[in-house]
Nanobody
């Protein structure tokens, strides 16, 4: 079972940038779709960005033009570049296949955007 470990979160001012990483303990090349998800306090977890093994991407409307998902199959890592961050982006961010599978949920990484 591949484990996914998220990192790169932190506290940033509105308008700032962060780059999240999702490092896999094994190969991710066989995982067709991998996504970044987030869960804000009191809200349901939502998908934010998806990338296929071929590099096709999709984003939730609220982050289009600001976030970029990428994957490096050789390094078994998925990234989320987040620019022009807003306070409403504050959440715990997770990576997981899409659709999500319970065994892959990790601890996530906290992103806090101050106004």
């Amino acid at each position: 079972q591949v484990r996914l470990v998220e990192s790169g979160g932190g506290l940033v001012q509105a308008g700032g940038s962060l780059r999240l990483s999702c490092a896999a303990s094994g190969s991710i090349s066989s995982i067709f779709r991998i996504a970044w998800y987030r869960q804000a306090p009191g809200k349901q977890r939502e998908w934010v960005a998806i990338i296929t093994s071929g590099g096709t991407t999709n984003y939730v409307n609220s982050v289009k033009g600001r976030f970029t998902i990428s994957r490096d199959n050789a390094q078994n890592t998925v990234y989320l570049q987040m620019n022009s961050l807003r306070p409403e982006d504050t959440a715990i961010y997770y990576c997981n296949p899409y659709p999500p599978a319970t065994p892959y949920w990790g601890q996530g990484t906290q992103v806090t955007v101050s106004s």
